[in-house]
T-cell receptor, first 114, second 112 residues
Framework: KAGVTQTPRYLIKTRGQQVTLSCSPI?????VSWYQQTPGQGLQFLFE???????NKGNFPGRFSGRQFSNSRSEMNVSTLELGDSALYLC?????????????FGAGSRLTVL | DQQVKQNSPSLSVQEGRISILNCDYT??????FLWYKKYPAEGPTFLIS?????DKNEDGRFTVFLNKSAKHLSLHIVPSQPGDSAVYFC???????????FGTGTRLTIIP
């Protein structure tokens, strides 16, 4: 079955602009999480959606927002972009294995802010 | 506040030998621990997990050890193969919580 699909894969924006990233989870997966990966910081949790409801939110400013649609596809939006927002944004959908929450990640959207 | 720490940014190991990647955590609420592997231009892929009721879990060449009293876990890869060269992330979550807390990763290089 198809994996997690993220679009676009690469994009360049300038400071002050806004960006929308899209994620299609694995068919049948209803939970979508977003993570930001930057050098030296690892993966940092942004938020998680399940059945169109945000269930968890990380410690990011309000400029970072997301939503989930009825078909489980999710979008995240970053407004008023700053240079420090340059990162790889990873989306993951969830299945559960032996009680552990195993995430299946997409390839990511690499955002560069100039 | 880094609750999951991978203190070695990089590690080089000869092909065929054992690779040992380490991870420390500070949050005693963590109940599940996972290792992910990441190649360039790809998303992380799940490798192996362990729950806090166990101290060891094996899957083929990969074994994860958990020492709860020391709040330490390690991933052993035996024997190491060139295809194992990647960045390895340790992650943890409390029971019933979907949020994973990741470490900063260790870049493993297997030398042929």
């Amino acid at each position: 079955k198809a994996g997690v699909t993220q679009t676009p894969r690469y994009l360049i924006k300038t400071r002050g602009q806004q960006v929308t990233l899209s994620c299609s989870p694995i068919s049948g997966h209803r939970s979508v999480s977003w993570y930001q990966q930057t050098p030296g910081q690892g993966l940092q949790f942004l938020f998680e959606y399940f059945s169109e409801t945000q269930r968890n939110k990380g410690n990011f400013p309000g400029r970072f927002s997301g939503r989930q649609f009825s078909n489980s596809r999710s979008e995240m939006n970053v407004s008023t972009l700053e240079l420090g927002d340059s990162a790889l944004y990873l989306c993951a959908s969830r299945r559960t294995v032996t009680g552990a929450n195993v995430l299946t990640f997409g390839a990511g959207s690499r955002l560069t802010v100039l | 506040d880094q609750q999951v720490k991978q203190n070695s940014p990089s590690l080089s190991v000869q092909e065929g030998r054992i690779s040992i990647l380490n991870c420390d955590y500070t949050n005693s609420m963590f109940d599940y621990f996972l290792w992910y592997k990441k190649y360039p231009a790809e998303g992380p892929t799940f490798l192996i997990s362990i729950s806090s009721i166990k101290d060891k879990n094996e899957d083929g060449r990969f074994t994860v050890f958990l020492n709860k009293s020391a709040k330490h876990l390690s991933l052993h890869i035996v024997p190491s193969q060139p295809g194992d060269s990647a960045v390895y992330f340790c992650a943890a979550s409390p029971f019933g919580n979907e949020k994973l807390t990741f470490g900063t990763g260790t870049r493993l290089t297997i030398i042929p």
